[in-house]
């Protein structure tokens, strides 16, 4: 009989431990509305990896989930397109980060507008939406706040056809040469 309560024992311990660990470095999160096609659709689950820039530093390209500006409760998915003391800026239907043109294959069509040349004050991230003639991002004035990234999007779970793991797009593939 003490064998049989140690092992329940040790096994409920286990299972509140893996529960505990999951909760503390992944989030499930469902994507609300078009801004992010044709990369993600509206009602897609992710997964998301929460200790990621705990080990280092958002990137370029990287699809992150992040609480948005204070009285909006939920939260954004968008992609990093400029860091911290970066320049960006938009014209022609073309991104610009550094003076060097963005190239970005995931994106549903260039943007038809412009932001001016702008650089990205410290601690803080320019992000955009794939979908950049529909989505309401940094070219709006605002910007992310390191601290207000959750993490960075890394499975697509449901639906079953677009099961699979995001794809990066680092900084080397996404400027284009001069």
Same mark, same amino acid.
């Given at each position: 009989?003490?064998?049989?309560?140690?092992?329940?024992?040790?096994?409920?311990?286990?299972?509140?431990?893996?529960?505990?660990?999951?909760?503390?470095?992944?989030?499930?999160?469902?994507? /609300?509305?078009?801004?992010? *096609?044709?990369?993600?659709?509206?009602?897609?689950?992710?997964?998301?990896?929460?200790?990621?820039?705990?080990?280092? *530093? !958002?990137?370029?390209?990287?699809?992150?989930?992040?609480?948005?500006?204070?009285?909006?409760?939920?939260?954004?998915?968008?992609?990093?397109?400029?860091?911290?003391?970066?320049?960006?800026?938009?014209?022609?239907?073309?991104?610009?980060?550094?003076?060097?043109?963005?190239?970005?294959?995931? /994106?549903?069509?260039?943007?038809?507008?412009?932001?001016? *040349?702008?650089?990205?004050?410290?601690?803080?991230?320019?992000?955009?939406?794939?979908?950049?003639?529909?989505?309401?991002?940094?070219?709006?004035?605002?910007?992310? +706040?390191?601290?207000?990234? /959750?993490?960075?999007?890394?499975?697509?779970?449901? !639906?079953?056809?677009?099961?699979?793991?995001?794809?990066?797009?680092?900084?080397? *593939?996404? +400027?284009?040469?001069?």
């Amino acid at each position: 009989m003490k064998t049989v309560l140690r092992h329940i024992l040790v096994t409920l311990i286990l299972v509140v431990v893996v529960f505990l660990v999951l909760q503390t470095t992944l989030q499930s999160s469902i994507v /609300i509305g078009r801004s992010m *096609e044709p990369s993600f659709e509206n009602n897609q689950r992710l997964l998301v990896n929460k200790i990621a820039y705990k080990i280092h *530093e !958002p990137e370029r390209g990287d699809v992150i989930i992040f609480h948005p500006r204070q009285g909006l409760h939920t939260d954004y998915i968008k992609r990093i397109i400029a860091l911290p003391g970066d320049t960006v800026e938009i014209k022609m239907g073309a991104v610009y980060v550094n003076g060097a043109q963005f190239e970005e294959p995931y /994106i549903k069509a260039p943007p038809n507008y412009t932001f001016q *040349e702008y650089k990205v004050p410290e601690d803080k991230y320019f992000v955009l939406g794939d979908n950049r003639n529909n989505s309401n991002d940094s070219h709006n004035g605002w910007l992310v +706040l390191r601290e207000n990234i /959750i993490g960075k999007v890394c499975l697509s779970t449901w !639906p079953p056809s677009e099961w699979g793991l995001v794809p990066g797009y680092p900084l080397e *593939e996404q +400027l284009a040469q001069p």
